[in-house]
């Protein structure tokens, strides 16, 4: 009788462990902000001049959810030269600070960045991304331009 009350203890013990599982549920993780008003990028363009590419495009970003711009320049070959369906690697040639750098009151605003180093001849594709203060930085925009 001792040997069954041990068992039947055993399995019930092993039942209630398999129904209420291990306990352990982990911490409780908060669904991510969702931004009522997107960061936007808007009109972006590339001008060439005798010796540099400016990029220019309108900004937006009524929360206050970036940080930063990312700027990234990637090469496509040389003219008439360009690999348009290659894979395309990206350097990160500069950043502008938005956090502090833009009044809140500003609906959108004008941004530019000159790159300079740039040679003739070559065709480039520019892309940002917007960072924020975590450092997640989904791309907003991309421009092409043929360097001559």
């Given at each position: 009788?001792?040997?069954?009350?041990?068992?039947?203890?055993?399995?019930?013990?092993?039942?209630?462990?398999i129904i209420s599982g291990c306990g352990v549920k982990?911490?409780?993780?908060?669904?991510?902000?969702?931004?009522?008003?997107?960061?936007?990028?808007?009109?972006?363009?590339a001008i060439s001049s005798v010796e540099a590419i400016?990029?220019?495009?309108?900004?937006?970003?009524?929360?206050?959810?970036?940080?930063?711009?990312?700027?990234?320049?990637?090469?496509?070959?040389?003219?008439?030269?360009?690999?348009?369906?290659?894979?395309?690697?990206?350097?990160?040639?500069?950043?502008?600070?938005?956090?502090?750098?833009?009044?809140?009151?500003?609906?959108?605003?004008?941004?530019?960045?000159?790159d300079e180093k740039v040679v003739k001849g070559r065709?480039?594709?520019?892309?940002?991304?917007?960072?924020?203060?975590?450092?997640?930085?989904?791309?907003?925009?991309?421009?092409?331009?043929?360097?001559?």
């Amino acid at each position: 009788m001792k040997k069954n009350s041990a068992v039947n203890n055993f399995l019930l013990l092993l039942f209630l462990i398999i129904i209420s599982g291990c306990g352990v549920k982990g911490n409780p993780v908060p669904y991510p902000v969702v931004a009522q008003n997107k960061p936007t990028v808007s009109k972006m363009e590339a001008i060439s001049s005798v010796e540099a590419i400016a990029l220019r495009w309108n900004f937006q970003d009524k929360d206050r959810l970036v940080s930063f711009i990312g700027v990234e320049r990637g090469e496509l070959g040389t003219a008439g030269n360009e690999c348009k369906n290659c894979p395309r690697t990206y350097e990160r040639i500069g950043q502008i600070m938005i956090r502090g750098a833009i009044a809140a009151d500003k609906e959108q605003v004008t941004l530019n960045f000159v790159d300079e180093k740039v040679v003739k001849g070559r065709t480039y594709n520019y892309r940002l991304v917007l960072c924020d203060e975590n450092g997640n930085c989904p791309e907003a925009s991309e421009v092409e331009i043929n360097y001559r």
